[in-house]
């Protein structure tokens, strides 16, 4: 039985086809596409070529079919050239040739055109390497620069204007057609942000998400059908290549060609990622970097939440019986801004991985950038949590009172004093105190100013309201035995 490359085997699934171009694009620099070519085959083998390719395509991802199902293809051979014809290449080209230059040059305060012929002894081109000094014969002398612009008499023998597929085709029948091209591509990105709005006083914000989309493919895409995949995909990396992401490409190429019916944006499972379709077709430029607004929501609650952690950063490691180990002179208390994801506080769609960037309006009306931080994938009904900076008015202080250790009895006893000062004048606030028990694993609290929540085996949080101009303390004792 005659093998069939493995491109070919994928080219008989039933896809839907459509005329515009298709892409589907992660957010890992990579994207697949979907694309027709118009075909005109005899029956047997055909050369054809095909430039609507990117700059950056990967020539083993190519799938290509008839969609109609009405010619079985079958590629006997594909090359790919991706040396597109420049100066330099044409240079390489006429060596040993003598070919005309034109130099401008200045007499008596006049700019004057001449030609000048040269042979061209050595043109510096290096395929895939650095170049070298051209090596120019004018009158029989060498010189080492170009005695001026070149003027080639033709393209040359065996050049392209961009990079292209040659490709040997068999045919059973023959034909006119729409042929439907797939392939993996570098040069895409696209990414998420958000703007979150809060009003003078209160915790009822206005949320809204952007996707923003980048083309470096060297190609530009007109009136094309877009798709955003969100999640961590796998994608194996190239050798002598960055990381970028991907995950079993027969299922990309699968999302890359299916049709959907959307609002503007509309968002759904897919695989073990989200999908994003942006239903209008557009079209995407090279170079060009597009937003699409995909997520709007109004008063949403968003409270914010006031952290004091004095000895952020020191964690259980092991028995420690060092009497500083802890300390620290952290006085600041950081700000956070707290949402659920879900349908009941106007959300409720996966959110992808992006930046968040926090306004307050000002008693006029007028918006302040108040901070930004990034979240993580964050699917439906999950809550988000992100620091926005330190509070101006809001100090916190931490000392140890008190430190006694018995290394035959096996036990450790301390004593923690935290103050918290509020300098608002009209605002009172909750201040949420995180206290890290980083000695040992087994510890009991034996004495406390004040309620707390175990958050985990190692930490206690206490919640301290304090009202403006108003200092509050907490005091606690651990006791830690082994």
């Keep these: 039985m005659k093998s069939i490359p493995v491109f070919l085997a994928l080219s008989t699934l039933a896809l839907t086809v459509a005329a515009e171009p298709a892409l589907t694009i992660y957010n890992q620099n990579f994207a697949v596409v979907r694309d027709t070519m118009p075909l005109d085959l005899k029956a047997g083998a055909n050369a054809v070529l095909y430039s609507g390719a990117t700059a950056q395509v990967e020539p083993d991802s190519v799938i290509l079919r008839d969609p109609a199902g009405q010619h079985s293809l079958q590629i006997l051979e594909q090359n790919y050239r991706n040396d597109p014809v420049s100066e330099p290449l044409l240079l390489s080209l006429f060596e040993g040739k003598t070919i005309d230059f034109q130099n401008i040059r200045t007499k008596d305060n006049t700019q004057v055109s001449e030609t000048i012929s040269g042979k061209i002894v050595r043109s510096g081109y290096v395929p895939g390497g650095e170049a070298q000094s051209p090596i120019i014969e004018v009158n029989g002398k060498l010189q080492f620069t170009l005695p001026g612009q070149p003027l080639f008499p033709d393209l040359g023998s065996d050049t392209i204007l961009k990079p292209a597929f040659n490709w040997l085709l068999q045919s059973d029948t023959p034909g006119a057609f729409d042929a439907e091209v797939g392939y993996v591509t570098g040069g895409f990105d696209w990414s998420a942000s958000y703007n979150l709005v809060s009003p003078e006083k209160g915790d009822l914000v206005d949320l809204v998400g952007w996707i923003t989309m980048n083309n470096t493919s060297g190609k530009t895409f007109e009136n094309a059908k877009i798709k955003l995949m969100a999640g961590d995909v796998n994608k194996i990396q190239p050798p002598g290549t960055y990381a970028i992401g991907g995950m079993m490409r027969m299922k990309a190429i699968n999302g890359a060609m299916a049709e959907a019916e959307a ?108 901070g930004e931080n990034t979240i ?107």
Aim: hydrophobic fraction near 30%.
């Design 263 to 370: 609002p503007a944006v509309s968002e759904k499972a897919f695989d073990e990622f989200h999908l994003y379709s942006i239903a209008r077709p557009t079209t995407l430029h090279d170079h060009e970097t597009k937003q699409v607004e995909f997520v709007h929501a109004e008063k949403m609650y968003a409270p914010t939440i006031y952290v004091y952690d004095g000895a952020e950063g020191y964690r259980f490691y092991g028995l420690n019986y060092n009497q500083g180990y802890g300390q620290s002179d952290n006085k600041k208390i950081i700000v956070q801004r707290e949402f659920k994801n879900a349908e009941t506080n106007q959300l409720g769609i996966a959110l992808p991985a992006g930046k968040l960037r926090f306004y307050r309006r000002d008693d006029d009306g007028q918006l302040q950038f108040v």
């Design 376 to 482: 993580d994938h964050t699917p439906r009904n999950e809550t988000v949590r992100v620091t926005t900076g330190n509070a101006f008015d809001l100090v916190g202080e931490r000392k140890q009172t008190n430190f006694h250790v018995d290394t035959s009895e096996k036990w450790i006893d301390e004593s923690f004093e935290i103050k918290l000062r509020n300098r608002k004048k009209t605002d009172a606030v909750e201040i949420r105190v995180v206290e890290h028990l980083y000695r040992w694993s087994n510890w009991t609290i034996t004495a406390k100013s004040d309620d707390f929540v175990k958050k985990d085996s190692q930490t206690i949080e206490f919640r301290i309201p304090v009202k403006p101009d108003e200092e509050k303390t907490v005091t606690y004792s651990v006791h830690y035995s082994w």
